[in-house]
């Protein structure tokens, strides 16, 4: 299994287990506990959205092409020319990986969802997208 997948597998079982809370805590308030409805169906909402992103992540087709090749071709004129081609395709994430052996252009939102879960003992730090942290619960253990 290669990184992108354990990612992606990662990433179902948190979305998973943010569905079972959040579906018990809408329990609770369907049963007049004191527990915020509202906030529960966002976090139901959220699951879902994730979830399409990670279907979209998946089969988002990416645009590759290989570089021209020259090619010289003879002519009528006893004489040749010189013909560009140039192959052009669409590859789902699956199929860039297996290609090229290098995660899609596509990863590094999956990376930005999974960083979420950063404090889960699952998540390995090498996972981390590249770009800074701007979470609002950024340095909270530190104070």
């Known amino acids: 299994m290669n990184d992108a997948e354990k990612i992606l597998e990662f990433l179902q079982a948190r979305i998973s287990d943010d569905e079972f809370e959040a579906n018990l805590c809408l329990r609770a308030y369907s049963q007049g506990k004191d527990v915020s409805g509202r906030r ?7 699951c879902v959205a994730k979830r399409t992103i990670i279907a979209q992540h998946e089969t988002w087709p990416v645009l590759v092409s290989e570089d021209p090749v020259m090619e010289e071709y003879p002519t009528d ?67």
């Open 40 to 46: 529960w169906k966002r976090v139901l909402a959220e």
């Open 77 to 143: 004129l006893r004489g040749f020319a010189m013909r560009a081609s140039q192959q052009i395709m669409w590859l789902t994430e699956r199929q860039y990986i297996a290609r090229f052996g290098t995660a899609a252009p596509t990863a590094p939102m999956i990376r930005t969802l999974a960083a979420v879960y950063a404090d889960h003992p699952d998540y390995q730090q090498e996972w981390a997208p590249e770009t800074p942290n701007t979470s609002p619960l950024r340095g909270e253990d530190e104070q």
